[in-house]
């Protein structure tokens, strides 16, 4: 499949896009295996200068978009970041920066704070420094990190503490959510690594046992009864589709709800589209409008025409879209099957026997692929 063009006319069912995602650069100065930025995001060296940014939060906003995340990559590698945060509040936006906090210094913080930013979501890979150092690839980092979710909270922003749980740091779910509650987080985000870019690649390292989820989301649990009126802290844990019988409604539906631009101006109806064979349009070359209701790629697997079975008879259809587009991609080879995390998908297997070598704690290659410029060259040179 690779679709080009665009003609498809705008459907009255067509939300808006309420939730847009920048992506200002895919430079960055983790390595973390579960990134989902694409395998070959060092071919993608293009950014949207400052102006062409603020032009797509116009465009977007003025198409009803509220809510405006700023990610990568890092974010804070742009140098524009304060500009691009003013001129998104001065739009309306509400707005949120997705970062690793590496080289966030306390004036940057006020000057994002006089610019009008709202929220900040600080990554954490793991709750003390060897590990967290050793699965982000950076040896400073867990001590910067520290420093930065400090300085988060004296400046009295509302802050997210968002933590990727996989099988290198599941068992140590509890120090974790200790560390968020002692960092004083409003909200904790415990999700569980989902499987696309490289952590698709990585699955075998990072998928844990569904005894693993169990204890993991017991621990989450029994800490919420705990700190329960006396934190503020709010716990979200989420379970991995793959120890799911049916999919996850995912992005609300495809061009339902989510926009995301990246660094180069592409845009996709979610952060893993890019991986699909799909050409997807670019802000450089169509309005936002144009790309949202009629562009082929946005309208693709809009409504419910396009599902295959077991999909276009399920009387499921209309809560959970047919599942993942990406994931069934990625796992199936065709877009259009129905994601086979669902137990009614003829590929469900391919769920199941991930789900086996888990328990058996299996990983087919020895060594985790870092998201790093050497291993997405050779991942592009060796296909
Ligand atoms: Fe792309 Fe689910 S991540 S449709």
């Known amino acids: 499949m690779n679709c080009t063009g665009s003609s498809l006319p705008e459907t009255p069912e067509t939300g808006q896009p309420l939730w847009l995602l920048a992506e200002l650069t895919y430079r960055c100065p983790l390595q973390?295996?579960?990134?989902?930025?694409?395998?070959n995001y060092d071919q993608q060296k293009q950014e949207l200068s400052t102006e062409q940014w603020i032009e797509v939060f116009r465009q977007a906003r003025a198409l009803g978009a509220a809510q405006l995340g700023f990610s990568g990559g890092e974010p804070l590698l742009r140098d524009d970041l304060e500009e691009l945060i003013r001129a998104a509040r001065e739009l309306g936006y509400y707005t949120n920066l997705i970062t690793s906090g590496m080289g966030l210094t306390f004036e940057r913080m006020q000057a994002f704070k006089d610019a009008g930013l709202d929220h900040i979501q600080v990554s954490f890979q793991a709750s003390d420094a060897e590990l967290n150092?050793?699965?982000?690839?950076?040896?400073?980092?867990?001590?910067?990190?520290?420093?930065?979710?400090?300085?988060?909270?004296?400046?009295?922003y509302p802050m997210v503490f968002n933590c990727v749980i996989h099988?290198?740091?599941?068992?140590?779910?509890?120090?974790?959510?200790?560390?968020?509650?002692?960092?004083?987080?409003?909200?904790?985000?415990?999700?569980?690594?989902?499987?696309?870019?490289?952590?698709?690649?990585?699955?075998?390292?990072?998928?844990?046992?569904?005894?693993?989820?169990?204890?993991?989301?017991?621990?989450?649990?029994?800490?919420?009864?705990?700190?329960?009126?006396?934190?503020?802290?709010?716990?979200?844990?989420?379970?991995?589709?793959?120890?799911?019988?049916?999919?996850?409604?995912?992005?609300?539906?495809?061009?339902?709800l989510f926009l995301t631009i990246t660094p180069d101006?592409?845009?996709?109806?979610?952060?893993?589209?890019?991986?699909?064979?799909?050409?997807?349009?670019?802000?450089?070359?169509?309005?936002?409008?144009?790309?949202?209701?009629?562009?082929?790629?946005?309208?693709?697997?809009?409504?419910?025409?396009?599902?295959?079975?077991?999909?276009?008879?399920?009387?499921?259809?209309?809560?959970?879209?047919?599942?993942?587009?990406?994931?069934?991609?990625?796992?199936?080879?065709?877009?259009?099957?129905?994601?086979?995390?669902?137990a009614k998908s003829p590929n469900h297997h391919l769920i199941t026997d991930a789900r086996n070598n888990a328990e058996q704690n299996n990983p087919a290659n020895s060594e985790m692929i870092y998201r790093n410029r050497k291993n997405s060259q050779r991942l592009i040179a060796t296909g």
């Open 265 to 342: 101006g592409t845009a996709l109806p979610c952060h893993s589209a890019r991986e699909l064979p799909i050409e997807f349009p670019n802000v450089l070359n169509d309005s936002i409008e144009s790309i949202w209701y009629r562009s082929t790629g946005f309208n693709l697997f809009r409504g419910y025409e396009w599902m295959k079975e077991p999909c276009r008879s399920c009387d499921e259809k209309e809560k959970d879209f047919g599942g993942c587009r990406c994931q069934a991609f990625l796992l199936t080879g065709d877009a259009n099957n129905a994601d086979p995390v669902c």
């Open 32 to 39: 973390c295996p579960y990134c989902s930025n694409p395998l």
């Open 167 to 256: 099988r290198q740091n599941i068992e140590q779910i509890d120090k974790i959510i200790e560390l968020s509650i002692e960092l004083e987080s409003d909200y904790v985000e415990l999700a569980t690594s989902q499987y696309y870019g490289w952590a698709l690649k990585n699955r075998d390292h990072l998928l844990p046992s569904e005894a693993q989820l169990k204890t993991a989301e017991a621990t989450t649990n029994r800490y919420r009864e705990q700190i329960k009126g006396k934190k503020r802290t709010q716990l979200i844990f989420v379970v991995p589709d793959y120890y799911e019988e049916r999919p996850k409604g995912c992005m609300n539906g495809w061009g339902n």
């Open 133 to 156: 150092d050793y699965l982000s690839g950076n040896k400073r980092s867990f001590r910067e990190k520290l420093e930065v979710a400090r300085t988060v909270k004296a400046l009295g």
